[in-house]
């Protein structure tokens, strides 16, 4: 079964600051990896989806990577704002097409 | 493109009613549409899988027959919560996959159901 977990749960930085948000999941049988973001009592956004034959994928100041045989992938995110406060959460999409996602990492990015 | 809506954005009912909730594809057709549902501070959970023309499949733990999933067409998935009680308050969540292979999910912007 299929688990996915995000480290840290919390982390605040102040404005400025490049950031590594950490995801790791149990079975590398993955079909691909999403990472989104959630702003409080909001649906999801998606940001990045790194399929499974792939390494990492880039958007703006984002850059998520993917590392299969390790379980592991990372959303780094460059020179933060404030407007990058959200939860960021990671999906790993198995074989069947379901995601299963990790619990979160809260950012909070301090002016 | 690919916009998820989702109708109502919220809801507050009384316990023992039962409430509909809407999640459609605006501009593309989902052959497939899940459901979430989301408690506070905690992450998404999948309740089920809603293919068009065909019976939803549910997750171990979910009640079918509380939480009744219809797929009528391409672009319109519907979740009633039956006989609602206070425990079913949560923020339920659904995505639409485009059929291109990809496995990507849209997802719309929830609905948040209290009942009191």
């Known amino acids: 079964k299929q688990e996915v977990t995000q480290i840290p749960a919390a982390l605040s930085v102040p404005e400025g600051e490049n950031l590594v948000l950490n995801c790791s999941f149990t079975d590398s049988a993955i079909y691909n990896l999403q990472w989104f973001r959630q702003d409080p009592g909001k649906g999801l956004t998606s940001l990045l989806l790194i399929q499974s034959s792939q390494r990492e994928q880039t958007s703006g100041r984002l850059n998520a990577s993917l590392d299969k045989s390790s379980g592991r992938s990372t959303l780094y995110i460059a020179a933060s704002q404030p407007g990058d406060s959200a939860t960021y959460l990671c999906?790993?999409?198995?074989?069947?097409?379901?995601?299963?996602f990790g619990q979160g990492t809260e950012l909070s990015v301090k002016p | 493109g690919a916009v998820v809506s989702q109708h109502p954005s919220w809801v507050i009912c009384k316990s023992g009613t039962s409430v509909k909730i809407e999640c459609r594809s605006l501009?593309?057709?989902?052959?497939?549409m899940f459901w979430y549902r989301q408690f506070p501070k905690q992450s998404l959970m999948l309740m089920a899988t809603?293919?068009?023309?065909?019976?939803?499949?549910?997750e171990q733990g979910v009640e079918k027959d509380k939480f009744l999933i219809n797929h009528a067409s391409l672009t319109l998935s519907t979740l009633t919560v039956t006989s609602a009680h206070p425990e079913d308050s949560s923020f339920y969540i659904c995505?639409?996959?485009?059929?291109?292979?990809?496995?990507?999910?849209?997802f719309g912007p929830g609905t948040r159901l209290t009942v009191t």
């Open positions: 809603s293919n068009e023309g065909s019976k939803a499949t549910y």
């Open positions: 501009d593309f057709q989902a052959t497939t």
């Open positions: 995505s639409a996959r485009i059929s291109d292979g990809y496995y990507e999910q849209y």
């Open positions: 999906a790993a999409c198995n074989q069947g097409g379901k995601l299963i």
